[in-house]
């Protein structure tokens, strides 16, 4: 299957730090990615839906000055989580389609990062 | 929205035994539906995945079988292996024929018991 790179894989920092975790996909182009955050023993819940050239859609609830999303390439879409505090720390892990619009297309994951804010 | 349900949370059965993991979706809208396997601390890897097109999908010992008219679909794993143990995801999918908008169920963890 295709292949998404997410880095970095840890980060500790301290809180009212930013953090930007890239996720890059590299044996295809996505123009679109999708950003997940997962807590312990919790499903995937859906941040947002980058756009590669566009803004990126948020769900609801989920604060775009807080997380912002930056996807300037077809291969490369960055989250930063400004100012962060100890309740951003999580599991967010990245996706991308292999194929974006055809019947047969796939969501792939990246290896996902731990942040964990002091 | 889309509203994913999935049960059990916690499966546990004895290796060469059979697992199965079912799930609800309320949108009648969605027709892709994959099944991905999370092992601690590690990406979900996708496993299997069914389209609504078809009823029933089979690769090695893991099957999946969908019933739009009710609106579940579920995953069986024959002959359970250790390697098996894992916490395991239902989605569908809102939009016709891809991956968008995925809703994901809340998780099975499967032990296999040696």
């Known amino acids: 299957g295709a292949v998404v790179s997410q880095h970095p894989s840890w980060v500790i920092c301290k809180s009212g730090t930013s953090v930007k975790i890239e996720c890059r996909s590299l044996?295809?182009?996505?123009?679109?990615m999708f950003w997940y955050r997962q807590f312990p023993k919790q499903s995937l819940m859906l941040m947002a839906t980058?756009?590669?050239?566009?803004?990126?859609?948020?769900e609801q609830g989920v604060e775009k000055d807080k997380f912002l999303i930056n996807h300037a390439s077809l291969t490369l879409s960055t989250l930063t989580v400004t100012s962060a505090h100890p309740e951003d720390s999580s599991f967010y892990i990245c996706?991308?389609?292999?194929?974006?619009?055809?019947?047969?297309?796939?969501?792939?994951f990246g290896s996902g990062t731990q942040l964990s804010v002091l | 929205g889309e509203n994913v349900e999935q049960h059990p949370s916690t499966l546990s059965v004895q290796e060469g035994d059979s697992a199965v993991i079912k799930c609800t979706y309320s949108d009648s809208a969605s027709n892709y539906f994959p099944w991905y396997k999370q092992e601690l601390g590690k990406r979900p890897q996708l496993i299997i995945d069914?389209?609504?097109?078809?009823g029933e999908k089979k690769d090695q010992r893991i099957a999946v079988t969908l019933n739009k008219t009710a609106k579940h679909f579920s995953l069986h794993i024959t002959e359970t292996q250790p390697e098996d143990s894992a916490v395991y995801f239902c989605?569908?999918?809102?939009?016709?024929?891809?991956?968008?908008?995925?809703?994901f169920g809340k998780g099975t963890h499967l032990i296999i018991q040696p």
């Open positions: 989605a569908a999918s809102i939009k016709g024929g891809g991956a968008d908008g995925l809703t």
């Open positions: 069914i389209r609504s097109n078809v």
């Open positions: 044996d295809f182009q996505a123009t679109t």
């Open positions: 980058s756009n590669e050239g566009s803004k990126a859609t948020y």
């Open positions: 996706s991308a389609r292999d194929l974006p619009g055809r019947a047969n297309e796939k969501l792939f």
